[in-house]
């Protein structure tokens, strides 16, 4: 609100900017390293390494439970990559930053808020 007060309304370049903080922070949260966004897809890209802790917790299930309910907003696949398999999380139909934040808002929601 003190940026609105002092200098305006923000711009919708600024507003993107932070809204790619969010998606980085919830995307983190969800266990994603990395997320892309190109050609009206959104790929976020889970811990490469396979043995990693992080796929027997609670937080990797619940994200697995809320795909399987909600097929229809993202899908889990597997690439192969240079360095063996990674596992993706997959949305379609993603053609902005609000967009994107609006389909990662759900996991915030369902799974990192009850964590």
């Given at each position: 609100s003190e940026l609105i007060d002092r200098?305006?309304?923000?711009p919708s370049q600024a507003e993107?900017?932070?809204?790619s903080v969010r998606i980085k922070w919830i995307a983190?949260?969800?266990g994603l390293e990395k997320i892309v966004m190109k050609k009206g897809k959104m790929i976020g890209y889970f811990i490469a390494d396979q043995q990693?802790?992080?796929y027997q917790t609670d937080t990797f299930t619940k994200v697995l439970q809320f795909v399987q309910s909600h097929a229809q907003?993202?899908?889990?696949k597997e690439k192969q990559t240079r360095n063996g398999l990674r596992l993706l999380l997959v949305f379609e139909r993603i053609t902005s930053v609000e967009k994107a934040l609006s389909?990662?808002?759900p996991f915030e929601t369902k799974i990192v808020s009850k964590t």
């Open positions: 200098f305006g309304e923000i993107d900017l932070l809204n983190n949260s969800i990693s802790g992080f907003l993202c899908k889990i389909a990662l808002a």
